[in-house]
């Protein structure tokens, strides 16, 4: 899968951002190919979710751009960037807890929703039937698809740390996507699992046709999923290219050698994941 | 477990009352409410009047502070705006009466969208003051605007006429406001089926990340607020054609506690809840005042008793918030839970 020379579906150019005194992000820049996996990944507190934050419009950046689909996007409010179709899931979950598993999926559906208040309170014409919609897409094609059937009445709280990542996941899949982010959609889980996610990562990309944006630290996965990897460091973008590339960069090497992970590293870089298609 | 991935099956899993059990029961529950005025005698026909009342104002309140997580203590303001517009309609206009309760829920819910402006910047206590500082100055109004108010001697309100009927007995109002009330109870539990209710509760669980996830925050809080105080007015356009009289002191702080205190109690964020909870805050005080009027006690003795009562409904209050935080409820569905696996586990 090499996207070529195809215009950019995301880019990011010259992106600041502080925290006080904190420089999160300075002068970040790069593309993400349209159908491509793009992983952004760096060391603890590298900004990497600071990144994400900022694309999603939660953090206002100082200075920079970001275009979407060739607009400017930059002072577009978050609800609207959702509805344009950047959908995201969080590093530390973001379920409703007070919702079911459906209702979280639907939940993320909103902004492509017509219903309004009266249509709501009577739940007749378009409220019950953009209702039966719903359901029978968010059932067909998110809920078989990421095998999610069997906890489709479950409350959120009480499932497992993986099942909720996958959860967050079918809610990302039902705003639509264009661009999907996942911020570290597989830390935390045991060997299976990372294997299950590693396989709907490919499969969104290729049977919905989404392109992926994704924070991960589990290098096996980087290096076997992504067409494009970028690297940060200390807020700043050290090294941009294919795996391969990255893999071969000293720079990369040392940032991970200063913040001790590099054994880390090494020791994945040779123990490739086995994602079955 | 589901298999089925057939439209109706869907359709029947989206559905308000899905089992059988919940039809028998509610056709159980509307034979109660269509014979109840032919049983009870006038006191208990009054206070049914009550609940339907309190029952509506309450599943507004719900709507805003038990699903959207915003905390009001201006729900009887509210009513208060739509008992004035109703009065004052009754008075100078002799508007028909479901007209006018329809203006009384518009203009309270005009009221509720102002006061709910600073919600998107205050939140839990901080709010909860704004919105008694919105009392405060609703009752000024209600106080001062004598042209529309009648100042503090208040507005007396015709009975409420349809169709040539007079609604001047407790019996007859009551078929009017057990259908109203029935309806808002509905709309609320619709809402819940739709985006538009999922929002309110992802407003309530994490704000920041529904806005991610494409809820616009501002126009969905003022949405509640809205929705809330239009319920709120309704009611108090029914509380006015109840009580027939309407004065700035009718309705006081401690009653917008009153509806808070009933969501908490029943349990916040369900529609039986609400219920629940209107039913109990107003039927247990007159509970208690069967009781003591029961024991066999001296005229003084009785008096003396009268505070005693109230300390008894508040630690009641207490208990149910200590004992089972997620209201009455709860206790309904554990029971209920406890007949449908009966006698096979107990
Ligand atoms: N809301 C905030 N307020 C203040 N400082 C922040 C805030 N969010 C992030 N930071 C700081 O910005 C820097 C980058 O944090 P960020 O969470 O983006 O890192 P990260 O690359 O996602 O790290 P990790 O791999 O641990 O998830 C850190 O120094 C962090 O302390
Ligand atoms: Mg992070």
Same mark, same amino acid.
């Given at each position: 899968?090499?996207?070529?020379?195809?215009?950019?579906?995301?880019?990011?150019?010259?992106?600041?951002?502080?925290?006080?005194?904190?420089?999160?992000?300075?002068?970040?820049?790069?593309?993400?190919?349209?159908?491509?996996?793009?992983?952004?990944?760096?060391?603890?507190?590298?900004?990497?979710?600071?990144?994400?934050?900022?694309?999603?419009?939660?953090?206002?950046?100082?200075?920079?751009?970001?275009?979407?689909?060739?607009?400017?996007?930059?002072?577009?409010?978050?609800?609207?960037?959702?509805?344009?179709?950047?959908?995201?899931?969080?590093?530390?979950?973001?379920?409703?807890?007070?919702?079911?598993?459906?209702?979280?999926?639907?939940?993320?559906?909103?902004?492509?929703?017509?219903?309004?208040?009266?249509?709501?309170?009577?739940?007749?014409?378009?409220?019950?039937?953009?209702?039966?919609?719903?359901?029978?897409?968010?059932?067909?094609?998110?809920?078989?698809?990421?095998?999610?059937?069997?906890?489709?009445?479950?409350?959120?709280?009480?499932?497992?740390?993986?099942?909720?990542?996958?959860?967050?996941?079918?809610?990302? &899949?039902?705003?639509?996507?264009?661009?999907?982010?996942?911020?570290?959609?597989?830390?935390?889980?045991?060997?299976?699992?990372?294997?299950?996610?590693?396989?709907?990562?490919?499969?969104?990309?290729?049977?919905?046709?989404?392109?992926?944006?994704?924070?991960?630290?589990?290098?096996?996965?980087?290096?076997?999923?992504?067409?494009?990897?970028?690297?940060?460091?200390?807020?700043?973008?050290?090294?941009?290219?294919?795996?391969?590339?990255?893999?071969?960069?000293?720079?990369?090497?040392?940032?991970?050698?200063?913040?001790?992970?590099?054994?880390?590293?090494?020791?994945?870089?040779?123990?490739?994941?086995?994602?079955?298609? | 477990?589901?298999?089925?991935?057939?439209?109706?099956?869907?359709?029947?899993?989206?559905?308000?009352?899905?089992?059988?059990?919940?039809?028998?029961?509610?056709?159980?529950?509307?034979?109660?409410?269509?014979?109840?005025?032919?049983?009870?005698?006038?006191?208990?026909?009054?206070?049914?009047?009550?609940?339907?009342?309190?029952?509506?104002?309450?599943?507004?309140?719900?709507?805003?502070?038990?699903?959207?997580?915003?905390?009001?203590?201006?729900?009887?303001?509210?009513?208060?705006?739509?008992?004035?517009?109703?009065?004052?309609?009754?008075?100078?206009?002799?508007?028909?009466?479901?007209?006018?309760?329809?203006?009384?829920?518009?203009?309270?819910?005009?009221?509720?969208?102002?006061?709910?402006?600073?919600?998107?910047?205050?939140?839990?206590?901080? &709010?909860?003051?704004?919105?008694?500082?919105?009392?405060?100055?609703?009752?000024?109004?209600?106080?001062?605007?004598?042209?529309?108010?009648?100042?503090?001697?208040?507005?007396?309100?015709?009975?409420?006429?349809?169709?040539?009927?007079?609604?001047?007995?407790?019996?007859?109002?009551?078929?009017?406001?057990?259908?109203?009330?029935? &309806?808002?109870?509905?709309?609320?539990?619709?809402?819940?089926?739709?985006?538009?209710?999922?929002?309110?509760?992802?407003?309530?669980?994490?704000?920041?990340?529904?806005?991610?996830?494409?809820?616009?925050?501002?126009?969905?809080?003022?949405?509640?607020?809205?929705?809330?105080?239009?319920?709120?007015?309704?009611?108090?356009?029914?509380?006015?054609?109840?009580?027939?009289?309407?004065?700035?002191?009718?309705?006081?702080?401690?009653?917008?506690?009153?509806?808070?205190?009933?969501?908490?109690?029943?349990?916040?964020?369900?529609? &039986?809840?609400?219920?629940?909870?209107?039913?109990?805050?107003?039927?247990?005080?007159?509970?208690?005042?069967?009781?003591?009027?029961?024991?066999?006690?001296?005229?003084?003795?009785?008096?003396?008793?009268?505070?005693?009562?109230?300390?008894?409904?508040?630690?009641?209050?207490?208990?149910?918030?200590?004992?089972?935080?997620?209201?009455?409820?709860?206790?309904?569905?554990?029971?209920?839970?406890?007949?449908?696996?009966?006698?096979?586990?107990?």
């Amino acid at each position: 899968m090499h996207p070529g020379k195809a215009s950019p579906i995301l880019e990011v150019e010259g992106l600041t951002l502080s925290f006080g005194g904190i420089k999160a992000l300075t002068d970040v820049g790069f593309e993400v190919a349209p159908g491509s996996i793009t992983t952004v990944i760096g060391p603890n507190g590298a900004g990497k979710t600071s990144l994400f934050n900022t694309i999603s419009g939660f953090y206002k950046p100082s200075t920079g751009r970001i275009r979407f689909q060739g607009e400017d996007i930059t002072a577009t409010r978050p609800p609207e960037r959702a509805r344009l179709g950047l959908a995201r899931s969080f590093q530390n979950i973001a379920l409703f807890r007070g919702m079911t598993v459906l209702d979280n999926i639907k939940l993320g559906r909103h902004a492509h929703l017509r219903t309004n208040v009266l249509d709501a309170l009577f739940y007749f014409g378009r409220a019950r039937h953009e209702e039966m919609k719903l359901r029978q897409e968010v059932e067909e094609r998110i809920i078989d698809f990421l095998e999610i059937d069997h906890i489709r009445h479950m409350p959120v709280s009480v499932l497992s740390y993986g099942l909720q990542k996958r959860v967050e996941m079918a809610r990302a &899949l039902a705003m639509r996507p264009k661009v999907l982010m996942l911020d570290e959609p597989v830390a935390g889980m045991n060997r299976e699992e990372t294997e299950d996610m590693a396989r709907f990562i490919l499969d969104v990309r290729e049977e919905w046709g989404v392109t992926v944006l994704m924070v991960e630290h589990d290098m096996g996965m980087v290096m076997d999923l992504s067409d494009h990897v970028v690297v940060l460091n200390f807020g700043q973008v050290i090294a941009d290219g294919t795996p391969a590339e990255v893999q071969a960069n000293p720079e990369v090497i040392k940032a991970y050698l200063g913040s001790g992970d590099v054994s880390e590293l090494r020791q994945r870089l040779h123990q490739p994941l086995a994602v079955g298609a | 477990m589901r298999i089925g991935t057939a439209r109706s099956s869907y359709r029947h899993d989206e559905s308000l009352f899905d089992s059988r059990t919940q039809h028998g029961w509610l056709a159980v529950l509307a034979v109660a409410l269509l014979g109840f005025p032919f049983l009870a005698d006038e006191y208990w026909l009054y206070l049914a009047c009550l609940v339907a009342i309190n029952i509506a104002s309450t599943t507004g309140l719900n709507i805003l502070t038990g699903y959207t997580g915003l905390v009001s203590l201006g729900q009887a303001a509210f009513m208060g705006i739509g008992a004035y517009t109703v009065a004052a309609l009754e008075q100078k206009l002799g508007t028909p009466v479901l007209l006018n309760l329809l203006a009384g829920g518009f203009v309270a819910m005009l009221g509720g969208l102002v006061v709910g402006l600073p919600s998107l910047r205050v939140k839990g206590l901080y &709010l909860a003051i704004a919105t008694i500082a919105a009392s405060v100055v609703l009752h000024f109004v209600f106080a001062n605007w004598h042209a529309v108010t009648g100042g503090h001697s208040g507005i007396t309100v015709a009975p409420a006429e349809i169709l040539g009927v007079s609604f001047d007995t407790s019996f007859r109002l009551y078929w009017l406001f057990v259908p109203i009330t029935i &309806l808002m109870v509905l709309g609320a539990a619709n809402l819940f089926r739709t985006r538009i209710g999922r929002a309110f509760i992802a407003i309530r669980d994490r704000d920041i990340s529904a806005e991610v996830l494409g809820i616009p925050l501002l126009r969905y809080k003022l949405l509640s607020f809205g929705l809330s105080s239009f319920y709120a007015g309704v009611a108090g356009g029914m509380w006015a054609y109840f009580f027939r009289v309407v004065t700035p002191e009718s309705f006081p702080l401690i009653m917008s506690i009153f509806f808070l205190a009933a969501v908490i109690v029943g349990g916040m964020g369900t529609i &039986l809840g609400a219920i629940l909870g209107a039913i109990f805050m107003t039927m247990v005080p007159e509970a208690l005042k069967l009781i003591v009027g029961w024991l066999p006690l001296s005229a003084d003795a009785t008096l003396i008793l009268s505070p005693v009562r109230t300390i008894v409904f508040g630690a009641l209050i207490v208990g149910f918030l200590v004992f089972e935080p997620l209201g009455l409820q709860e206790i309904w569905r554990r029971i209920r839970r406890f007949f449908h696996l009966w006698p096979f586990r107990a």
